[in-house]
């Protein structure tokens, strides 16, 4: 339960990254939990759309951090490989939807 206290501590990188796993993967739960509500893969849709907007944004904030402050190089590569983590999960959720449909 700390993990859930400290959260507002995360950096905004982290947090983003974590909110949209989360979101996406209560989208992904409700597809199956709620079959035939083609609602929920129009809503999913959205979500993905508008999730990968505001990852890319903070994926360029991050590169551009990356470049002009050469002191925590390391810390910034961990920030981009975390919200870089949920491409292949998404990739993996839409591979099950598809081929469950």
Same mark, same amino acid.
């Not at 999730?51 to 925590?72: E, K, M, R, V, W």
């Given at each position: 339960?700390?993990?859930?206290?400290?959260?507002?501590?995360?950096?905004?990188?982290?947090?983003?990254?974590?909110?949209? &796993?989360?979101?996406?993967?209560?989208?992904?739960? @409700?597809?199956? !939990?709620?079959?035939?509500?083609?609602?929920?893969? &129009?809503?999913?849709?959205?979500?993905?759309? &508008?999730?990968? !907007? &505001?990852?890319?944004?903070?994926?360029?904030?991050? @590169?551009?951090?990356?470049?002009?402050?050469?002191?925590?190089?390391?810390?910034?590569?961990?920030?981009?490989?975390?919200?870089?983590?949920?491409?292949?999960?998404?990739?993996?959720?839409?591979?099950?939807?598809?081929?469950?449909?």
């Amino acid at each position: 339960m700390e993990t859930l206290r400290d959260f507002k501590y995360y950096s905004f990188s982290t947090q983003l990254a974590l909110c949209s &796993f989360v979101l996406g993967t209560l989208l992904f739960a @409700c597809y199956f !939990f709620l079959p035939g509500n083609d609602g929920i893969i &129009f809503f999913g849709l959205f979500f993905v759309v &508008f999730a990968s !907007f &505001f990852n890319a944004i903070d994926i360029l904030h991050l @590169c551009y951090q990356l470049l002009t402050n050469p002191d925590g190089k390391e810390h910034i590569i961990i920030k981009i490989a975390i919200v870089l983590s949920n491409i292949p999960i998404a990739f993996l959720y839409f591979y099950i939807i598809v081929h469950s449909y």
